[in-house]
């Protein structure tokens, strides 16, 4: 009976009714149901990507580029032509870098080369520019545009070298050097006569270097080494203009070098040509004075003023041709400023 009436309370035990524990998903299910019904919603659907992250609390990657996409090389080159034709030469040169950057084997990434350097030119960056175009060539021989960047780099030469004859022209030499045999590698080029041009000015820049060196023993009655000097100017740059005026004083040299026979020759010669102008005039009043007699006559001393020992006083004559600003101080009668050091190391 016991046994029975412990078994009894045992089941009586067992029937109770115990509580039962919170359930902890029951937040975080009714969150997720809110934002279902939510997003569901036409007038909440739009902003769901905005909403999304706030409630997950994760960012959701955007379906927008990161960064911008290159345009086309075609349209970064235009833009670079216009920028540059505008004088935006900087910009021009991001455009045309973008193109070489991005585009590396299109047609325009060969062009944007040619243009950077064009825009460094435009811009007075000569010695940029000249590596530039030296870098074109050396990497397009063949390019269709090669005589225009042949072209160019001499031109950019001749920017940076100086315009005053006594100074260096090492550049000038470089530009000379870059524009040899252009006529023959390109006889179809557009640029021939413009080279042609430059090509003048720089070798006339050169000739003046070399008589402004004979100039000084000129004056500084050196008849030996001016002479010499005034040989050079006529059998190194017989293209120039100032050709007839060394030529000149190179008859007056070797008369006072008692070199009466080869001064007649070089005078003569002189005055046989109709383009020497006031140059051939003056010597062809000098023969007139080389006869059997003109030493005698030199000897005289009212005629002292018309022997070539004086020739400030004969150069000093007024003509009615034109002549450049460094040629009519050359013919002033004051006293010679002494010539730089490159000058005097060139003159031995």
């Not at 004088?87 to 455009?95: Q, R």
């Not at 870098?135 to 920017?159: G, N, S």
């Not at 040989?231 to 190179?250: E, H, M, N």
Request: hydrophobic share 30%; aromatic share 10%.
């Amino acid at each position: 009976m016991q046994y029975a009436a412990s078994g009894g309370e045992n089941r009586q035990d067992s029937m109770t009714v115990r509580p039962s524990r919170p359930n902890m998903f029951m937040p975080l299910s009714g969150v997720l149901v809110a934002v279902c019904v939510l997003f569901a919603s036409p007038g909440v659907q739009a902003q769901g990507d905005d909403l999304l992250p706030a409630v997950s609390g994760s960012a959701k990657p955007s379906n927008k580029p990161l960064s911008r996409q290159p345009e086309d090389p075609e349209t970064l080159y235009n833009r670079g032509i216009r920028q540059l034709r505008r004088g935006y030469y900087d910009e021009a040169i991001i455009s045309f870098e973008k193109v070489k950057n991005h585009f590396p084997f299109n047609q325009y990434s060969v062009l944007s080369e040619l243009r950077v350097a064009d825009a460094l030119f435009e811009k007075a960056s000569y010695l940029e520019a000249i590596d530039a175009y030296r870098q074109f060539t050396r990497l397009h021989p063949r390019h269709v545009e090669i005589d225009y960047a042949t072209y160019r780099m001499a031109r950019a030469e001749f920017k940076v070298s100086s315009t005053v004859p006594q100074r260096d022209q090492t550049s000038t030499e470089r530009g000379l050097k870059k524009l040899r045999g252009f006529e023959k590698r390109f006889p179809d080029s557009e640029y021939s006569e413009e080279v042609v041009r430059i090509r003048g000015k720089a070798r006339t820049r050169l000739a003046k270097r070399v008589l402004q060196v004979g100039n000084f023993y000129w004056k500084s009655r050196e008849w030996q080494a001016a002479e010499r000097r005034y040989g050079l100017v006529w059998q190194d740059y017989s293209d120039t203009p100032v050709i007839y005026k060394a030529r000149y004083r190179q008859g007056l040299c070797l008369y006072r070098l008692s070199r009466a026979e080869e001064a007649r020759a070089v005078l003569s010669e002189l005055a046989a040509q109709p383009e020497s102008g006031r140059w051939g005039e003056r010597a062809e009043r000098f023969l007139a004075k080389l006869d059997p007699t003109a030493e005698d006559v030199a000897a005289e001393p009212g005629k002292q003023e018309e022997q070539p020992d004086e020739p400030i006083l004969e150069e000093a004559a007024p003509v009615a041709e034109e002549e450049s600003p460094s040629e009519d101080v050359e013919e002033q009668p004051e006293k010679p400023e002494k010539p730089d050091q490159e000058k005097l190391s060139t003159g031995n």
